[in-house]
């Protein structure tokens, strides 16, 4: 299995991304392709050059943050996350990992690849740490202004995903509203829910907010304003929280003595907040494997997803959700 | 001043009301009526039904949390939140607080006392804790299904409020969005976004779901259904990550010894965490003062929700609030 890495994406490329292909690489024996600028490349990589199990794939162009997804992927033919898609889609690499502009990689990707039979909006899942396990945050950003038969088909491929990937059972799929009735929420949400309630899933109903932390569902399906709202929203608070109780234990000596003391299982606490576990999130919905990384992705973060993209990639996953998909629309259809 | 308190309204009516109330009127003297079921309350107040200072007003029906709110307001006129707006309307108090549906409170206060000038959308404030002092976002869930004029009624009365009843000088107002740039979110917030930018408002752009802890915006608006979200988000957050780091730290002897050492400072970290310390929101855009409380509602934030009651019908704020949000709808009309 061969990863490309759009070496040009993200807030600290090509710097961090180039370090987290290199662990990637010296700790799991990962092949990899850095797609980017070759010099720059070359100069991160520095005495590493030479690792056999690293190619660079140079290219002329890359996409900024702030730019149009669509314009930039339509016009800039030779940016890094395009020419990355390209090179999978001519059977080069077997996935291509990127924590650029994550709507241009969604673009990109699309573009390249193509949706899966069935499916409108490809979506991106987020995986967030609850009192009990994972949870499946569906679509954190890929699609605003959804209709409702959107978000049902974000909900199939979500359950798909969690049943695949993550190895869950019969994982319970909420939709979530401001109000566990059925007919609490906005018009999308309560037209969805009917959706949801005539089929072969396994839908609890509406929950709210507070219960992505709880666990008591595995799949929570929104828009992708609201779930990207939510997942940033999430990860300033566990930011925020660790940093002011580290503040609050140290103005004092005691809050010192027992942070010092203590420290091992405050560790462990923090840990559980921490987003770099899995780098990264699969594009869900497109005949491949594309995996969208934040852009402010630390070195593990770019090194988990390097790992995620190459387990993915192996796997038959891909087709089992394709096959899913296809078999829950025709239930409900 | 005289607040009247929905006795049977919140998840742990009436006791939890009654208790709040019995302790508001003991530590503030705060003159209030209790509204509901005459015999359940009486035996809540148990020794203390002589107190002068707490009055009961009894009223034969409810409204329970799952009621559809414009309906049950309609049919139920001798329920306690409307018999409570009732006496509001009538002069016979001057403030309403309620932790009972929401959606019922709300319809109940506008029926009662109308709308201010200029206001569509009557929107209900969170007051959220970020590492630089206290965030208000708006609305959190008052109005789902907004339009982009309504988010920018929304600014205009959190920015009185803030100017007003949070003593801040000149709020930052940020939009909340899923990316920083103008162009980035939905409809509904790239039409606003123009709005805000040609209004008098101190208006810093979009902001993301992180920003609502950096304390960088002192004022959010997004609509009610995204708001409601978030707050709940928050909340369940919170308590989780109390839960999980105490757990954490009990498993181990070191974790035990250092929580034990540094408790005070553990417990002050925690208590920035609650929220409870605002016990409730004032209904903006209203003619009239009615606190609304999170149905969950300790004690503790019944107790402050009348504070703020009495707080804000002592003081000019609403009158205030009416003002500038005429003079701001017509600088940008």
Redesign the interface.
Known sequence: MKVAVDAMGGDHAPEVVVQGALKAASEWGMDIILVGDRDLIDKKLGSNQGMTTIEVHHCGEMINM?E?PLKAVRHKKDASVVVAFDLLKKGKVDAVVSAGNSGATLAAAIFALGRVEGIERPALPGILP??NGNVILIDV?AN??CRPDHLFQFGIMADAFAKTYMAMTNPRVGL????V?G?K???Q?RVAHDLFKNSPLNFVGNV???????GQVQVIV?D???G??????????????A???KE??M??F?????????????Q??TE??DYAEYGGAPILGIKGVGIVCHGGSSVKAIKNAIRMADDYAKSDFKDRISRQIVEYQQSVA
């Open positions: 702030d149009p609850s009192e950003g605003v202004d979530l509203s401001i109000g009735e007919g929420g906005n018009e949400v709210e907010g507070r219960d992505i932390f709880t929104c992708g304003f609201v990207n709202v939510a997942l940033k929203l999430s990860e300033g608070m566990a930011e925020a929280t940093k002011m109780l609050n234990m103005r004092s005691a809050g010192k003595a027992g942070l010092f003391i203590g420290r091992r299982a405050f462990r606490s559980r907040l």
